[in-house]
Nanobody, 127 residues
Framework: VQLQASGGGLVQAGGSLRLSCAASGRTFSMGWFRRTPGKEREFVASITPKGVATFYAYYADSVKGRFTISRDRDNAKDTVYLQMSSLQPEDTATYYC???????????????????WGQGTQVTVSS
């Protein structure tokens, strides 16, 4: 499975951006992580199927209420979105899309839970 991420860019503090990530094959959970130089990769948000057409979302405390993850999945495509609002300079990072191949009892909030990774997309928030 290949993941193609897009949507990063430069935005002023308080602004919004939407990231997209398209999967080339079937996956289970999908999510976003971010990394800044000198820091560990950090969980941002993930989304997991909870039925035929329902999903459950998980968020890091630092983005809860500002970021929204969503997913568009059918027989033809599987794309996850991250709508980022009220962006702050501390949100500046390289954002990575991730996908898990199969179901797990573990919450999809750690990088070890994910099998596939997309290329990073840079998000820069100016003050």
């Amino acid at each position: 499975v290949q993941l193609q991420a897009s949507g990063g860019g430069l935005v002023q503090a308080g602004g919004s951006l939407r990231l997209s990530c398209a999967a080339s094959g079937r996956t289970f959970s999908m999510g976003w992580f971010r990394r800044t130089p000198g820091k560990e990769r950090e969980f941002v948000a993930s989304i997991t199927p909870k039925g035929v057409a329902t999903f459950y979302a998980y968020y890091a405390d630092s983005v809860k209420g500002r970021f929204t993850i969503s997913r568009d999945r059918d027989n033809a495509k599987d794309t996850v979105y991250l709508q980022m609002s009220s962006l702050q300079p501390e949100d500046t990072a390289t954002y990575y899309c991730a996908a898990a191949a199969r179901y797990s009892n573990d919450r999809p909030t750690t990088s070890s839970r994910f099998d596939y990774w997309g290329q990073g997309t840079q998000v820069t928030v100016s003050s």
